[in-house]
């Protein structure tokens, strides 16, 4: 790590070094994870030195092979997809959902109403990120960002030790950080790269990502604000996962919107900011005793929904019956792939949160028939007819829960 010392880049003397590491920015791969704009922001430096400097560290990292050029060819791209790496659930369900399990270089966020599993979730992939690779881990560590004190080292224990691992070895590899507001939750992100990399941590978990943003900003005049400063949240964390080739995991709450008339009156508080940045999003819902997850965005998994449960080994498989279930029915509904097209007002006012126009999805009927009328742009190719309809009843991710049997609460 050496070669990433601030000094070792041409031009930048001991007055540089200083007023940067006194910014929070210790080394090279810093330089780059916070960019031009916020450095010059934090150093007080004019913008073009900052830029000047940010692209020297550009240069250093592309010389030393740890990123990429700025024109890269298709075959490099694959080469450096070839190192992602893949982090088990521990259930054959969300692995299979997840195609093999959490990525590295990218972001997941699972979104959904309180007690539907994100926060177990986030215990379970803290101890099987640990696992060694041939179980499907990554002999990593974790950062836990817990934003709502709800991270809990007995759920750590029972979870180990129903995976057949040493609870204590677990609760070590695992440092967490309490983040008291917003400012703090950004500082703790901003200050995590040395951290990282001396700790070979290989999971980042924020849970929850957006909930003291939402708790400071209230009201829609202080909207744009917060949606910039959870933005900047955002992409930080993007930019720390593919830098460290470390996954990120991120959760959201929903919110209940009673006036959505149709559709699931849920949907995740971020808004667009954090739809459009993560690579992954996954909804979780539950269901009686069953929670069901379905991947909502994806830029190469089906759409699809898998039935899974909660623990003491934190997320595990259904039992049998559904899992057969679970795996037999892919997602057939193809609301989120009309999304886009379907322009009912459903004449929602205020308290509609985040800029999440999107997320006003009008019920559609989905029709087997197939039919040109669909417009463009769409994911899927055999986009089904689509009807809008007025009614509230649901057909769309609470279409799948009759698929569960009845065992609820
Ligand atoms: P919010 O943070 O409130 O939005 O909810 P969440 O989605 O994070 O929910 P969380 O992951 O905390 O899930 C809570 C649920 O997990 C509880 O309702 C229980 O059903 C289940 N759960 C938590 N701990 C255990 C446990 O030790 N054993 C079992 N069987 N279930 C558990
Ligand atoms: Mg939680």
Sequence with gaps: MEDLRLDSLPGVG???????????IHNVMDLIVRGPVEIAEITGMDKDTADNIVEKARQCLVEGGMISKDFVSATEIYKRRQQIGKITTGTECLDLLLDGGLETQGLTEVYGEFGSGKTQFCHTMCVTVQKPKEEGGLDGTVLYIDTE?????ERIVSIAKAFGMDPEKALDRIMVARAYNSSHQTLILEESSQMIR?????????????????????????????????NKFVHLLVRIAETYNCAALATNQVMASPDVFFGDPTRPIGGNVVAHTSTYRIYFKKSGKKRIARMVDSPHHPEQEVIFGLGEAGVIDPDSETKKKSIMTPKSSKVEAVKPEVKVEPKSDSSVDAGSKTEDIPKVKVEPKSDSSVDAGSKTEDIPKVKVESKTDSVDADAKIEDIPEDSE
């Design 149 to 153: 004190n709800t991270f809990r080292p």
């Design 14 to 24: 001991p007055v540089t070094t200083k007023k940067l590491s006194d910014a929070g």
């Design 198 to 230: 001396e700790n070979n941590i290989k999971l980042l978990i924020v849970d929850s990502a957006v909930g003291l943003f939402r708790a400071e900003y209230l009201g829609r005049g202080t909207l744009s604000v917060r949606q910039q400063r959870l």
